[in-house]
């Protein structure tokens, strides 16, 4: 089975690598017709406004939103589950405007917990996936979701609360935190079983 990581910047090589080990071939997706090869697509933690620019200059943005539209896997990690949410919304400024596929009926607050220095990891539990080992670098949180779309996972944070950090709309997954960095599995596991239904 091969799974593709859109390599346009961040950490798409942490994921390819984390596929290969579970005996997945990785794709690097930089084009639209590299889509038609894939079972399942990551959109990797990194910057989302430059990753959502060059989405938007590539062209990418309408073959991605047919390739979910159509059914197909698609995991958002941190910058990434910016980029499938309708909404952006930054602490200081309010709605950032920026690009997203808007794939997922989600509202997402940027820089949630603070500044690199604040980065953290915690344990979180995610419905359907169990308890997954997580690092949290700038990362968003998910503050909002409507039907279909479900949160799916909260962490309880000592500064700001009660937030939601995993959601879910039908084989989209968005997640505010990096499981290629701690290197917890069981989210790739989880995408290959749903990308084999
Ligand atoms: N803070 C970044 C953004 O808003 C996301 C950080 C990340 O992907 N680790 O784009």
Known sequence: MKIGVLALQGDYLEHAQLLKELGVEAVYVKRSEQLREIKALIIPGGESTTIGNLISQMGLSQAIVKY????????????????LAKKVIDRVVGETGQFTLGLMNIAVTRNAFGRQNESFEA?????????????????PVISDAWSPAKITGYIDHPAIGRVGVAAKQGSLIAISFHPEITGDKQIYEYLISLAKK
């Open 68 to 83: 979910a539209e159509e059914g197909n896997p698609v995991l958002g990690t941190c910058a990434g589950a910016i980029i």
């Open 123 to 139: 344990t979180v539990y995610v419905e359907d996936i169990g308890e997954v080992r997580a690092a949290f670098i700038r990362a």
